[in-house]
């Protein structure tokens, strides 16, 4: 070994003793069976298990992510729970939402129950990750043209963010977005982030929730802190990768 290498050597191992670690703490919320904890031991690094017992409460992880040590709060999804949700925000520096994109009967209740999140977390400028998940069950038409779809793989992220530059933006125009009455013939569309933006009320180009009003005046919240939309389907790993790359860019 060169005397250099030799010095380089050395140099690593001491330096090290002086990088410290950043650490997250994370809460990962959704409606029952949306994917929270499959997602949680994906990020941790496990492999995909297709049962996993039903979370009850709060389900602590910690591991290490990159140079990050993550603390992540696995907090239960049914009704009963969903008041533990808020009590974690104080506590967190990232909160990851995780939809079952796939379960039509449940999509108006976490698209609403994600606003309200939205609405507790935006002063406080929390970080927030929306995962529309499982995508893999949702099948796509027979021939996507005659839907007017285009045959490419559509972006699969959005980013209200630093981390995203507004160039990719350039053709996202949230008014001229459809909104979709939902039903099983069209359910494949909130594969698209545009049309899942439009479905949520987060026009990701102008940091703007509209929110849904019984009223003809809908209620219109500027978005404070960052926020990333992406679809995914953790059984088969499809933007997992992506996510993280997010997550440890805090």
Sequence with gaps: MGL????????????????????????????????????????????????????????????????????????????????????????????????????????????????????????????????GNKIDLIKDPIDPMAHGEATEKPQANFSLSKYIPDSMLTNYNFDDIETLKLDNSNLYRLKRIDILSKQIGIDVKNHILHVPSSTSDKEHISLNADIAIFTSSCKNGDYIDEITSWITQL
């Design 4 to 131: 250099r290498a030799w010095w380089g050597a050395i140099w690593f191992r001491v330096s090290s003793f002086f990088i410290f670690p950043k650490e997250l703490s994370i809460a990962v919320i959704g409606l029952q069976n949306s994917g929270k904890t499959t997602f949680t031991n994906l990020l941790g690094g496990k492999s995909f298990e297709a049962d996993t017992i039903p979370t009850l409460g709060i389900q602590i992880n910690r591991f290490s992510l990159g140079n990050s040590l993550l603390n992540v709060y696995d907090l239960a999804g049914q009704t009963r729970f969903q008041p533990l949700w808020e009590r974690c925000f104080d506590k967190v520096d990232l909160i990851i939402y995780m939809i079952d994109l796939s379960d039509l009967s449940c999509l108006a209740d976490a698209f609403s129950k994600l606003r309200q999140v939205i609405r507790l977390s935006n002063t406080d400028r929390i970080p927030l990750v929306i995962i």
